[in-house]
């Protein structure tokens, strides 16, 4: 089946590309919504901008949107990005959801509107072992942002590997947050992944927000 997939950069939209790809469908493009708001309720609003760098090392067509980010509008924004999926030929659109009822329903809902089926392979797995999976089966990726109590903050902006997974589940146990980060804990930006041709590298600054919120802030990417 010929389909395109959501795309935030972050390691949820990149790990269910890579199981698209798996299962054998065929991805036309990646789909990148760009929220004018922070607070968008439905997209990922940290460093989405440098997605074009991540769709060609895969060699992927890329679409961006910009959208409100404001409740409701910005599924008008969805909308339209379906639709332009759906001439390029797609029958189907994949995206990472893995516990968010109001994420995955909104996306289904508008994808049955415009006669598009959805895929969504990490709803409700297992968060602690879906992060080791990530490791264990070669995605580098980075924390770019981190709003919860509790967090190890130490690890923006480098590359996590299995003993900084180990050290976010037993923080998330003892702290109370997601470890997969879906309640907004924390946002990633993916470095390499299995579909990459090459590994990017990437030059951003960290920034403390507040007591328990920081920020890696990518300036380039080489």
């Not at 600054?205 to 507040?210: P, V």
């Amino acid at each position: 089946m010929k389909i395109c997939a959501l795309y935030s950069g972050g390691k949820d939209s990149t790990y269910a590309l890579h199981w698209a790809v798996f299962k054998g469908f065929d991805v036309l493009c990646l789909i990148t919504l760009i929220p004018k708001r922070e607070d968008s309720w439905m997209f990922q609003y940290p460093n989405v901008n440098f997605t074009k760098y991540q769709a060609e090392a895969m060699g992927l067509k890329l679409f961006t949107f910009t959208t409100s980010g404001e409740k409701n509008l910005e599924l008008e924004d969805l909308k339209r990005a379906f639709l332009r999926a759906k001439e390029e030929g797609a029958k189907g659109i994949v995206s990472g959801a893995l516990l968010s009822d109001y994420q995955r329903l909104n996306i289904s809902v508008i994808a049955e509107e415009v006669g598009l089926k959805t895929y969504t392979p990490l709803w409700r797995k297992n968060q602690e072992e879906y992060m080791r999976w990530l490791v264990r089966d070669g995605f580098k990726f980075i924390i770019t942002s981190a709003s919860a109590y509790g967090f190890p903050f130490e690890l923006l902006g480098k590359i996590i590997e299995a003993e900084d997974v180990e050290k976010i589940i037993e923080a998330s146990r003892k702290f109370g947050f997601n470890p997969a980060f879906e309640g907004g804990e924390a946002e990633t930006f993916v470095t390499y992944a299995p579909l990459f041709k090459r590994e990017l590298k990437v030059i951003g600054k960290l920034r403390k927000l507040s007591d328990y919120e920081w920020r890696y802030e990518i300036i380039r990417i080489l």
